[in-house]
């Protein structure tokens, strides 16, 4: 079976790492307990959690041990890395709402059984801290001078940077001592913005316990424009079906840029990585199998086969059969308007969608238009033959109107 980290740095996920040698020699040789936190901002888990969600279970799978760390502590300050100002603070109970969310979500991916997985909250042992002990053992150890060097603080200073947010690092890095001693945690996992923080608690165990401890950062979850997968002009990409439902994650996968797709199966499917190279390889019309494939398995993993079927099926039927019940037009072109490609301002006339092209441009400025269930951000938008699968592509007029486009033959 072959080395858990050389799985992951296969299919893409680690970013740094510290003494790489030592920590994949060690992931070979005994079981890690590791651990990931998550601030409880919100009330559910997004798309973008799900990478770290997968090392977890790559991880587990493995042998190793995970901690899901919820941040009922930490989100009572909120982490400042990637900020431009200070986080909305919520309430307590807002809090311990949004890490029950958490916890369940967790639950659908990890085995918790036989202590093969380990859940628990840093408000267990954060919120009762005392402030003057917590400084003389923990503050002592961190120099401002050092911190003020890091974005994550640095980038605040102009606008204002208060104690209150300055002092996060030292509660996450009092976090990964105090998961060592309570359970042996040798490995602290975080997206690649959090490296600062996570070197933070590397060191205070080095320090005060006088023993060798692991950083791990992974890659963020960014398409191929260097934006972060998993948002939309609605917003996030949410988990939990009540608020992105499984139809809603089947379509937004499946309308992944086609540069993206190889590196989307990697990271969010447990296919092997032959199949995902295959896939990654194909061209054209051909590369939307994959990007089924992936829309599928990814749907699959985090909603159930079932969900992922009901799906792939309501889009199919949507994008290939429902005009036959009459319920959505259609305009057929010849294959060659595509092959050069059209604007899509002029497509939208074709159709009979706009009657001008200034009716056009106004709603995609708007949001109005979408293809393929995507809005259209651009007026210029060439549309060419790499936009229709199986020779057909659906454009959308605000909420309601729908145009099918099909290719003669």
Known sequence: MANVYDVLLERGYIDQVTYEDELRE???????????????????LTLGHFIQIMVMMHMQRAGHRPIALLGGGTT????????????????????????????????????????????????????????????????????????????SYKNRL????????????????????????KYNCKLQIGGSDQWSNILGGYELIRKLEKDKVY?????????????????TAKGAIWLDPNKTSPYEMYQYLRNTDDRDVEKFLALLTFLPMDEVKRLGSLEGAEINKAKEVLAFEVTKLIHGEEEATKAQQAARALFAGAEEEG????????????????GILELLKEVGLT?????????????????NDEKVKEVDRIVNLDDFSHGKLMLRKGKKVYHQVRIKG
């Open 26 to 44: 060690l992931l070979e040789k005994e079981q890690v307990t590791f651990y990931i936190g998550f601030d409880a901002t919100a009330d559910s």
């Open 76 to 151: 009572m300050i909120g982490d400042p890395s990637g900020r431009t100002d200070m986080r909305k603070l919520l309430t307590k109970e807002e809090i311990d709402r949004n890490a029950e969310k958490f916890k369940e979500q967790f639950e659908r991916f990890l085995d918790f059984s036989d202590g093969r997985a380990i859940m628990d909250n840093n408000a267990n042992w954060l919120l009762d801290l005392n402030f003057l002990e917590f400084m003389r053992e923990v503050g002592v150890h961190f120099s401002v001078n050092y911190m003020l060097t890091l974005d």
């Open 158 to 181: 102009e606008k204002g940077l208060t104690f209150f947010e300055f002092s996060y690092m030292l509660l996450q890095s009092y976090d990964f001592l105090h998961l060592y001693r």
């Open 215 to 231: 950083a791990m950062t992974l890659k963020l979850l960014t398409t191929a424009s260097g934006e972060k997968m998993g948002k």
């Open 327 to 342: 319920s959505i037009p259609f305009t057929e072109f010849d294959k060659s308007t595509f092959e050069k490609g059209i």
């Open 355 to 371: 009657k001008s092209n200034s009716e056009g441009r106004r709603l995609i400025e708007q949001n109005g238009i979408s293809m």
